[in-house]
């Protein structure tokens, strides 16, 4: 979370000109889980632009992982024709329940960037984040990592039990990641997802 960061004064600014309606959350991150509990796709606009390879929770789209089928139709609706599953968030504190022979790797899988083979419960409860070879690329959070976007983990493991979601890069087909909050407003509305939670901020398309 090395990149761009932009205040609320000036992401109610893009939200105002883009004259998108916008609803303020004091509890966003309670607000986005209970969404993604309801099958619900989020687009999230938070803090600090991640600066890598990876959406890590900041510049990032997130679903529940119960649907296999959503490798298909949310790469239509963003224009992807990728055919890797999406990647999960988990709760740290659950990594051993979902993902075998975590030891020595803890450090490298906070950043999304190895394989783990998944155990049963994780195959069960997150098919949608699972390869055909039962294997997963997870990101593990915790609250040291990032707090407002382990809140929306958190909240939605206590809502349903599970403790991982799906999180793939809020950016439509051969773009970048979104940067700016105009990024993120005009790949949200391309993009027919459901909710937009931009700091603060909630937007409905």
């Not at 659950?94 to 083979?117: P, Q, R, S, V």
């Not at 609250?143 to 976007?149: C, F, I, W």
């Not at 206590?158 to 799906?166: H, R």
């Amino acid at each position: 979370y090395f990149g761009t960061e932009y205040s609320q004064e000036e992401i109610k600014k893009a939200i105002d000109e883009s004259k998108l309606k916008a609803v303020y959350h004091e509890d966003i991150e309670e607000v986005t889980a209970e969404l993604i509990s309801k099958n619900k796709i989020v687009a999230r606009f938070s803090g600090r632009m991640e600066h890598g390879p990876r959406a890590l929770g900041n510049r990032s789209i997130l679903y529940q992982a119960i649907d296999p089928a959503i490798n298909d139709w949310l790469n239509k609706r963003l224009n992807r024709s990728d055919f890797m599953p999406f990647a999960p968030v988990t709760l740290s504190e659950y990594a051993k329940k979902c993902y075998k022979n975590l030891e020595g790797a803890e450090h490298a899988a906070k950043f999304m960037t190895i394989t783990f083979d998944c155990t049963d419960y994780m195959k069960k409860n997150s098919p949608a984040v699972v390869h055909v070879d039962g294997t997963a690329r997870p990101q593990l959070i915790s609250k040291q990592d990032n707090l407002s976007y382990y809140k929306i983990v958190k909240a939605y493991h206590k809502l349903t039990g599970i403790p991982s979601i799906v999180n793939t890069s809020f950016n439509m087909h051969e773009e970048p990641i979104v940067c700016t909050p105009e990024d993120a407003i005009r790949s949200f509305k391309e993009g027919r997802l459901d909710y937009l939670a931009i700091g603060d901020y909630l937007v409905k398309n």
